[in-house]
C-alpha cells in the first residue's frame, strides 16, 4: 500500500463486478449458453426458476420478475390501485425512482422526513401524515438497513393502508427473522447490475405472500393479457415490463452466492468500523437491534465530507455522494412544495453523507487502506 505522503499507486473503486464475475464465470457461461440454446429470451424457464427461488430466499409465496426496479414500483402501485387522487408516503432521502413510481401512476408522493440513525423512514413522523386520500406506506431500505417495518406495519394496519418496501437496495436485508421483500404488501427490487444482487443489465422483482396481487402483476408486467385463456385477448391496459430470459439465468446462478457476498459486506463493515471509530467527528452506519444491514452501500457522515471526499481522490480512493439533494428539493419536485427546511434530517444528511468503497471481493489490506487515509486526513 501507498504510505502517506507519496505518490498514489493504488486505486480503489466503489465496486469491482469483474472479480465478481471471475469467480462464477463457468457457471454464468453454461447459464447464458442455455438460453441461448433454447431461444428462451423473454421471461421463460430461468426466469421461472429463478422466480421460485427468490421467493422462497425471502421466504414469501411468489416472486413476479420484471424488467427493473423503477418497473417493479410502478407495476405494484397500479397492481394495488393506486392512482390519481391519492397519496403515498415516502422518504425523501432516496433514489429518484421511488417518487418518480408514485408520480407516473397518477398518485402524489407526501414526503415524510427520515430518523436520524439509520436514514429511513421515520415512523415517529408518518401518522400525522395520513390522510384519506393515503393508500400505501412506501419506505427504502436506504443503503442496505431495513426501515423499521414492525413500526411502519402497525400505523398502516390501524388506518387500513398498504405498506410496499422499496427493497431496490437491501437484498438479503432482515428485521428480526423476516428477510426485505417479505415484511409488507409487496417488496420491490432492483436488480441492476451493481446491486448486492446484480443482473448483466436492468431486471427486477416483486415479492408478496398475496396470490390475486401477483396473477395480476403477472399480467399487467405482460400488457394485460391473462395468464391462462386466449392470446392476444387482453384483460386491461398493461405494459411490457418482462424479465428477459437472460437475466433471469445470470440472477439464478448468482443467487446461491448471495448469503456469503453479504456476509462479506457486513465483514468489511466490522472491519472499517474497528479502524474508524471515533476518528474525526465521523458518525459510522448504526444497526438498529434485531436489524441485519446489507451494506449495500458503507455511508459515514461527516461535516467535512467535500474535503474528505478531495482528499481520498488525491489517493486513488473512489467515494460517492448518494444522495446529494433530498427528493423535495430538486426540480422533479417543486410541484409538492415542501421548500428548505421541510424534512430537516434528510437535508442535513445530504450535506454529510460519503459513502466509502464496499463490495464482497475487497481485500482487507484494501479496507485498511481506505480506513488508513480516512484517519490520515482527520490526523492533518
Ligand atoms: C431505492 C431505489 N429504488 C428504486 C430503484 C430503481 O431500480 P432500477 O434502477 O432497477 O429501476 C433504485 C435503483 O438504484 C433504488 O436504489
Redesign the pocket.
Known sequence: MTAPGTVAVTQVPMNDLSLQHAAIRQEIDAAVADVIGSCGFILGPRVKAFEEAYAGYCGVEHCVGVS????A?ILTLRALGVGPGHEVITTPH??G??GEAICHVGARPVFVDVEDAHLCLDPELVEAAITQRTKVILP?H?YGHPADMTALRQIADRHNIDVIE?A??AQGARQGQATAGSMGRAGCF???PGKNLGAFG?A?GITTDDEALATRLRSLRNHGMPLAGPKFHYDELGYNNRMDGLQGAVLGVKLPHLEGWNEHRRQIARRYAERLEGVGDLQLPAEAAGARHVYHLYTVRTQQRDGLAEFLRGVGVSTAVMYPMPLHLTDAYAFIGDGLGAHPVSEEACRRILSLPIFPEMADDTVDYVADQVRSFFAN
Open positions: 427493473n426496479g423503477t418497473d414500483l432516496t433514489f425512482a421511488t427504502v436506504i422499496d431496490a437496495q432492483s436488480f441492476y436492468d427486477g
